[in-house]
């Protein structure tokens, strides 16, 4: 069961100081969402001819892997700018400050907790946010940004109150929109994660990872050299690896 209440206030304000264009956002953001189940288990061992398939009868579930609740409250205030500087070039600017507090309760269940338990994380972050887009034509434009992330974990069924995940991100590119029909976009990336959720095979608990990065690159185009015709393409290349973790984890990929 998932319980969520959100409260998002902000006010917004918009004006020009000579040949830039404003566009100011203050505001502050309150979540709480309660997320509340078990998990259970039947094992069934067999051998089923895929040629001749004769199913086991369902049996309903008798060993209870989890029961658990995680509350996370979520308090933000943040400001943002955006501006257009002679038509050509747009930013936004801004920073977010927000506190993450999680109460887990964890009862007993097939994972060795005998009696219920409780625990809490209390976590505070200030992550800043900046970019751009530089129009050098009419058809070309040049984008670059940089922001960190703060937030909680969903669906998480450990054995503690899991912290916050904390994410880095960079990237650049150029986007295109060309006379003969074609547009799409081109961007570099790399991203890091701290505190990735992730289940750990020996006991089917979600454990938290220490850092992962992922760099790549992406390409999106789409011509259209008739009208009623388009074709679509698309690239992708990521390597993710673990920086950060337990025993043996450093240097996986994801």
């Given at each position: 069961?998932?319980?969520?209440?959100?409260?998002?206030?902000?006010?917004v304000?918009?004006?020009?100081t000579?040949?830039?264009?404003h566009?100011?956002?203050?505001?502050?953001?309150?979540?709480?969402?309660?997320?509340?189940?078990?998990?259970?288990?039947?094992?069934?061992?067999?051998?089923?001819?895929?040629?001749?398939p004769?199913?086991?009868?369902?049996?309903?579930?008798?060993?209870?892997?989890?029961?658990?609740?995680?509350?996370?409250?979520?308090?933000?205030?943040y400001?943002?700018?955006?501006?257009?500087?002679?038509?050509?070039?747009?930013?936004v600017?801004?920073?977010?400050?927000t506190?993450?507090?999680?109460?887990t309760?964890?009862?007993p269940?097939?994972?060795?907790?005998?009696?219920?338990?409780?625990?809490?994380?209390?976590?505070?972050?200030?992550?800043?946010?900046?970019?751009?887009?530089?129009?050098?034509?009419?058809?070309?434009?040049?984008?670059?940004?940089?922001?960190k992330?703060?937030?909680?974990?969903?669906?998480?069924?450990?054995?503690a109150?899991?912290?916050?995940?904390?994410?880095?991100?960079?990237?650049?590119?150029?986007?295109?929109?060309?006379?003969?029909?074609?547009?799409?976009?081109?961007?570099?990336?790399?991203?890091?994660?701290?505190?990735?959720?992730?289940?750990?095979?020996n006991?089917?608990?979600?454990?938290?990872?220490?850092?992962?990065?992922?760099?790549?690159?992406e390409?999106d185009?789409?011509?259209?050299?008739?009208?009623?015709?388009?074709?679509?393409?698309?690239?992708?290349?990521?390597?993710?690896?673990?920086?950060?973790?337990?025993?043996?984890?450093?240097?996986n990929?994801?």
């Amino acid at each position: 069961d998932i319980d969520a209440l959100t409260i998002t206030p902000n006010v917004v304000a918009t004006f020009d100081t000579g040949p830039v264009s404003h566009t100011v956002s203050l505001g502050a953001d309150y979540d709480r969402t309660t997320e509340d189940g078990k998990l259970d288990l039947n094992f069934l061992a067999g051998q089923i001819d895929v040629r001749d398939p004769d199913y086991p009868e369902y049996a309903d579930p008798n060993f209870l892997l989890q029961d658990q609740r995680n509350r996370y409250t979520s308090e933000a205030i943040y400001l943002q700018e955006q501006a257009t500087l002679w038509g050509i070039l747009h930013v936004v600017a801004g920073g977010r400050m927000t506190r993450i507090k999680t109460d887990t309760k964890i009862r007993p269940n097939g994972l060795g907790v005998t009696s219920t338990t409780t625990s809490s994380d209390d976590e505070s972050e200030f992550t800043p946010r900046i970019g751009a887009v530089l129009d050098i034509a009419k058809e070309v434009s040049v984008f670059a940004g940089y922001g960190k992330g703060f937030q909680a974990p969903s669906g998480y069924v450990g054995l503690a109150a899991p912290k916050p995940e904390k994410s880095e991100q960079i990237e650049a590119g150029i986007r295109f929109n060309l006379p003969t029909g074609l547009t799409g976009s081109l961007a570099v990336y790399q991203l890091e994660r701290e505190n990735l959720p992730t289940v750990d095979p020996n006991t089917l608990a979600t454990i938290q990872i220490g850092k992962d990065r992922a760099r790549g690159i992406e390409l999106d185009a789409i011509w259209q050299p008739l009208p009623g015709l388009s074709i679509i393409g698309n690239y992708a290349y990521t390597n993710a690896e673990i920086r950060e973790g337990g025993t043996n984890q450093k240097g996986n990929t994801l």
